[in-house]
């Protein structure tokens, strides 16, 4: 029994110990904590088993947050050891577990749930909807997420982490490269995700293009909800290729399959070309929505409409379209042959137009405007030209005979973090002190915001700017340790002291919002910015059904419209009779239909079948409990909803 614990538990690490002590402690925290308090029942009946969209955009927003600590963390390691590179803090396998773990968690464990969490809890109030188009379906994108990220976590105290690299190439993912079960974690979390995230892109797809409100037509709409647009039909496109290539590597793994296996007569490059298929088009879904907060942000901030409302409009459909016609860029030493490399670079560099359109009319917009600097400007303003710079760099690795030099080495490190975090992580962040005061109705303390802002800007060029020269030095990416003679310990040891510091920042942004639930300025108005869109037109925090009645939109600013139209001649008051509204009823069989997943996911890791097919089972027993439910929605009496409304102020 012992060798068997031995052999499924991962031991031999402080570091995991460490990791094992503070998981036990955490998770009796919050059983006690329920327990004493007697929340069990309030936290089935509020979160796990809730079908409104604000609140599940909250999990995602909790998630996400703690998914960003935990890739942080993994950073912070492997600059620690790159720092002092002979010192062996981290040995050989564990640097490249966490090589890999830090890239997935960053993009699809942060960046996506962040991406969702902000989809969630805004896209239903701009559009002056009651909330998504498919409630159900909502629940369950969030707990497929949810449980995928526990599957890919579990492998770090259970199993062994993946090491195979964050993209995980043959042959290191093939069984003779990770014969463990650490490349089928990556599998099975990914996979599990990846089916939420794809349900979650065609949800809002549809929710968009029915359930605006009368008289918001595309042209109307706003452009966060346009980004929105763009980025799910990405979604739907990218989303099934990474799903059916990570499973034909199980099949590989699973079943002796040679399809990546060149040995076997599979072909390894056709992994790479799938794989980033799926991923540079995975590049444009997280920074659209980004692209679409700062135009929120700069048009309210400036207190201006937005300048070239239409170009605007274009430039975010051109760059998802243009999306899939990249992903070349990422191997043009692979050999494909001059035409190849030429028509990629072509549409590589083409793709920087419509980028560079957004710029100017962000610029255009500020220009003369009456500029609040306020928490989610500052992040905005900042993201301007670290996006200039990762843009241009992206340029010149676009060039082929170029990017024969910089591949593989740390100057494409520092771009892609330049653009993911200078462009993704500064976007969500603008957007997460942008709509704080509509989620929780309360704004984040100024004081604490702005020394994040700045440690986290700081130490973030103070990070990567030296890891440019170190690109050209000569410096690849996954190195674990180097010679002194390089040259390259000093820089590193700089890129090092950035990371720290960016990592302080995160400190005072979880000091910041723990301090303000109690010290924070309240919102009493439901739009403390002077907001221009539908969100800020109901009280903070927004209602269980959003909207008493539907509003009427009659342009692409429609709430900025009825405030003008309020203070002038024209306006006249006019009283609406509340009518019952019609709401989806909570359900847990999302919750459970995730947890049988995650069962499913657990025995294929472990090539247990009888428990993977019992998972398996769980999820049809499931999907046919839900095909037999009838009642599954209810209305709200028109009583509850004055009732609602008047203590909310808004009944005269």
């Not at 390691?77 to 577990?97: C, G, I, K, W």
């Not at 993946?162 to 995980?168: E, K, R, T, V, Y």
């Not at 060149?262 to 072909?267: E, L, P, Q, R, S």
């Not at 170029?402 to 957007?431: E, K, P, R, T, W």
Request: glycine content about 10%; charged content about 10%; some cysteine.
């Amino acid at each position: 029994m012992a060798d068997k614990a031995k052999g499924f538990f991962v031991t031999g690490d402080p570091l995991i110990y460490g990791a094992d002590v503070a998981i036990v402690i955490t998770l009796l925290g919050i059983l006690v904590f329920l327990t004493f308090f007697k929340k069990w029942g309030w936290l089935w009946r509020e979160w796990l088993t809730t079908v409104d969209h604000k609140k599940i955009g909250i999990m995602y927003l909790v998630s996400s947050l703690l998914m960003l600590f935990r890739g942080g963390v993994d950073a912070l390691l492997m600059r620690m050891q790159l720092a002092f590179p002979n010192s062996h803090f981290l040995d050989s396998q564990h640097y490249n577990e966490i090589f890999t773990t830090h890239g997935t968690i960053m993009i699809l464990f942060m960046a996506m749930p962040f991406m969702f969490a902000l989809f969630n809890i805004v896209v239903p109030l701009q559009l002056g909807a009651r909330d998504v188009a498919y409630p159900f379906l909502n629940a369950l994108s969030f707990w497929l997420f949810f449980f995928g990220a526990m599957l890919f976590n579990l492998s770090f105290v259970v199993g062994g982490s993946p090491d195979a690299g964050w993209l995980s190439y043959p042959p290191l993912s093939e069984l003779a490269g990770s014969p463990g079960p650490g490349q089928n974690f990556y599998i099975w979390g990914i996979q599990i995700s990846g089916i939420g995230s794809l349900a979650t892109g065609i949800n809002f797809l549809v929710t968009i293009l029915k359930m605006r409100a009368p008289g918001m037509k595309l042209m109307k709409m706003p452009l966060f909800s346009w980004s929105v647009l763009a980025s799910c039909i990405t979604i739907i496109f990218a989303f099934p290729v990474l799903t059916i290539t990570l499973a034909l590597l199980f099949v590989d793994r699973f079943f002796g399959a040679h399809i990546f296996t060149a040995t076997g007569g599979g072909n390894p490059m056709m992994y790479v070309n799938l794989i980033w298929m799926w991923g540079h088009p995975e590049v444009y879904i997280v920074v659209l929505p980004a692209f679409g907060i700062y135009s929120e942000v700069v048009s309210t901030f400036s207190k201006k409409k937005i300048f070239g409302y239409k170009s605007m409009v274009f430039s975010m459909m051109i760059i998802s379209v243009l999306s899939y016609f990249t992903w070349v860029h990422h191997f043009f030493t692979m050999g494909a042959g001059a035409d190849v490399n030429t028509f990629f670079a072509i549409t590589t560099m083409a793709i920087g137009i419509p980028t560079g359109v957004k710029v100017f009319n962000w610029l255009f917009t500020m220009f003369r405007g009456r500029i609040s600097m306020t928490q989610p400007m500052l992040w905005t303003l900042a993201f301007i030209p670290c996006f200039v710079v990762g843009g241009a760099t992206g340029v010149m690795l676009a060039v082929a005979p170029a990017d024969y030099q910089y591949h593989n080495s740390y100057f494409l490190i520092a771009h892609f973090h330049q653009v993911l975090i200078g462009g993704v992580v500064f976007g969500y962040l603008a957007g997460l002190y942008y709509w704080w005061p509509k989620m929780f109705g309360f704004k984040l303390n100024d004081r604490l915001g702005k020394w994040a802002f700045w440690t986290w800007n700081i130490g973030f060029y103070v990070c990567f700017m030296p890891q440019y020269a170190l690109g050209f030095m000569g410096m690849t990416r996954r190195v674990y340790t180097y010679g002194w003679d390089m040259g390259w310990a000093p820089y590193n040891l700089v890129s090092t002291g950035g990371a720290f510091l960016m990592g302080i920042g995160f400190v005072f942004q979880v000091w910041q919002i723990l301090y303000s639930i109690k010290n924070g300025e309240r919102d009493l108005t439901g739009d403390p910015w002077n907001g221009r869109t539908l969100e800020w037109s109901i009280p903070s925090p927004a209602p269980l059904y959003n909207f008493a009645y539907i509003p009427e939109v009659k342009s692409d600013d429609a709430w900025w419209d009825m405030k003008e139209h309020k203070h002038g001649a024209a306006y006249e008051k006019v009283n609406k009779e509340f009518e019952p509204i019609h709401m989806p009823k909570n359900s847990g069989i999302p919750f459970f239909m995730a947890a049988c997943w995650f069962v499913a996911g657990f025995g294929l890791t472990f090539e247990w079948v009888w428990v993977g097919i019992a998972g398996l089972a769980g999820v049809a027993i499931c999907l046919l409990a839900r095909s037999f439910q009838r009642k599954t929605d209810y209305y709200i009496p028109v009583d509850e909803i004055k009732r609602t409304e008047a203590s909310l102020g808004r009944v005269v």
